[in-house]
């Protein structure tokens, strides 16, 4: 079986490099040694790498994966404080994030494509005791590699969507044998768990809750500087936030701020897209609109006059989002409304005690949607009722304030998933 996905793995390769060469010019991040993600080190990294000798290889995937990591690896140095790890992302912007916040006891590096030859010379060279794998990233030649050499093979934070779980079925004969590989899988949630279980019923797993519960908004967040988008007035306004926002979803949230204006005309927009590469597409419908906006990537202006007069700041950049967030009367979710029902995680606006609005279905999210939902900590709507669902928040001061709060408050309550993963992880034979 291995065989057969090294040989489709080359082929499907070679129609895959159009898009990540795509990706590579088009997005943000650090890129200096991006010939990692091919196997390949500069001599310099190579003994940077070789005299550093990790004991535990950290794979997480983009920003957000690496956000807990990062957190992971914080609450793992408690028990363990002269531990080594080395994190590897796939994404540029992942790579950048983990660069600028890690310490001096971890590197960075981007994770090899699984080809044989590609993870061969990033496991020779790192010499790791443990490969620990973020949620579900699984890559079979990665895996079988790992056991191989007798490293411990720990899925943390491991999920599996409505839409993987149908094609791990479907295949169980290829992705059994491969979670078997595992010393450990660590479910977010009992249907995480009964999910893998379904696809290989002999596999370790445990439920130990989420991880992303556990997590912690820096205390000094940076300032949103917002009065160099909006004027001297900008304290004064209130904010509805587009976050993480998909195709479709920015007409429909802009749509609903026209609308909204009328009766509220202290309020503001701010457009925070899942991919900053789709700012064009982006300013192009605010401008069909008569949105006058800035875009903060290139801070060209979509008006002509002063910043006192913008109605929207498109901020087509990444890793700002908790800033903006942070200052946001109202949060829309991106990924939930105009056709989309996979969601993104509700766990930092929740945080951040800001009131959330999304669509009806998170199928990405089930349990911290239903967790929310059930405790009165989001409003849900339709496309056709989210002006309907903003105006009642904006409103109803009270109502806000106990929908935000409950949001809060149910978080907290489901705190304690990383300290039960490390014990887990510390308890294997």
Known sequence: MLFLYNLFFGIGFLFFIPSMIIRYRTRPGYKKTFSERFGRFSPERRKELQDFAPDIWLHSVSVGETVLALSFIKAYRKHFPDVKFVISTTTTTGQELARNKCDELTKVIFCPIDSYSAVRKTMNLLNAKKLIILETELWPNMIYQAKKRGMQLILINSRLSDHSVRGYRKLKCFFRPLLMQFDLISAQSQMDADRILSVAPAAKVVNNGNMKFDQHIPQNLPDAELEKFFGSEAENYRYLLGASTHPDEEALIADAYLS????????????????????????????????????????????????????????????????????????????????????????????????????????????????????????????????AAAEKILSDKEYSDTVRMNAFNAVQANSGATERTIECINNIK
């Open 260 to 387: 909204l204006k009328n009766k509220f005309p202290e309020l503001r927009l701010l457009l925070i897209p899942r991919h900053a590469e789709r700012g064009g597409d982006i300013a192009e419908i605010l401008q069909n609109k008569g949105i006058s906006f800035l875009r903060k990537s290139t801070l060209e202006s979509g008006f002509n006059g002063t910043a006192d007069k913008v109605d929207c700041l498109l901020a087509d950049t990444t890793g700002e989002m908790l800033k903006f967030m942070n200052i946001a009367d109202i949060v829309v979710m991106g990924k939930s409304l105009a056709g989309q029902n996979e969601g993104h995680n509700l766990i930092e606006p929740a945080l951040l005690k800001r009131t959330i609005i999304c669509g009806p279905e998170l199928k990405n999210f089930r349990f911290l949607f239903d967790l929310l939902k059930n405790a009165g900590g989001i409003e849900i709507c339709t496309d056709e009722t989210l002006t």
